[in-house]
């Protein structure tokens, strides 16, 4: 099977504010977080790449299926080690890359994203104030390749800035996740106990 889009989850570190419990085992609605992500994003790439940040990690992840399985080369480099070591491993000319504590991910958005791209290197979602969601967007394999050849930035704002991004509203998102849940972001207890009062509208 010809592979065109990877997918790349960012299992990254512990839930420092939830005892240090790893967010993608976190349960919703009787699922973990990470088994919620690998049925959305098995419906719209062709490859799912797990990101972990070092070889202990790994043992999590003895029963969930996914093409391939990679480690941080360089310790604490946060997310940016992630997204390199993902980039070399895909095989799709883009990659969808995601934050394991967002459970409630859209097919449809994350299809939009990708037909969105065009020429573009990067198209991430943005909101009115100017935040950005780089690690719910998606990226040109190549120009990933890239950034991280020529940069020694660890900044994920560094790697849009530095590449041709186009943002998108997400107010023109509301069209495939009207209450855009797929932005939800559980970092804490608290907060996931709020998300389990949530119900999914899209």
Not at 20 to 25: E, Q, S
Not at 84 to 111: K, N
Not at 149 to 174: A, H, M
Request: aromatic content about 8%; overall charge negative.
């Amino acid at each position: 099977m010809e592979i065109k889009r990877s997918a790349l989850i960012l299992l990254g570190g512990m839930a420092t504010r939830a005892g240090n419990r790893p967010k993608y085992l976190f349960e919703y609605n009787g699922e973990t977080f990470l088994s919620r992500q690998i049925q959305v994003l098995r419906q719209v790439t062709d490859e799912i790449i797990l990101s972990c940040r070092d070889i202990e990690q790994t043992q999590d992840l003895l029963d969930y299926p996914a093409h391939k399985i990679v480690t941080d080369v360089r310790r604490a480099a946060g997310p940016s080690e992630g997204i390199r070591t993902g980039a070399l491993a895909a095989q799709g000319e883009h990659i969808f890359i995601v934050a394991c504590d967002m459970p409630l991910i859209s097919p449809g958005v994350i299809e939009f994203l990708f037909a969105s791209m065009g020429s573009a290197e990067v198209i991430i979602p943005g909101w009115e104030d100017g935040y950005l969601e780089p690690l719910h967007a998606v990226y040109r394999r190549e120009a990933l390749l890239r950034y991280f050849t020529e940069s020694t930035s660890l900044k994920l704002r560094s790697i849009t800035e530095s590449l041709d991004t186009i943002i998108i509203p997400v107010q023109n998102i509301r069209s495939f996740d009207q209450a855009l849940l797929s932005f939800t972001n559980i970092n804490d207890l608290e907060t996931l106990t709020k998300l389990k009062e949530i119900k999914k509208l899209n």
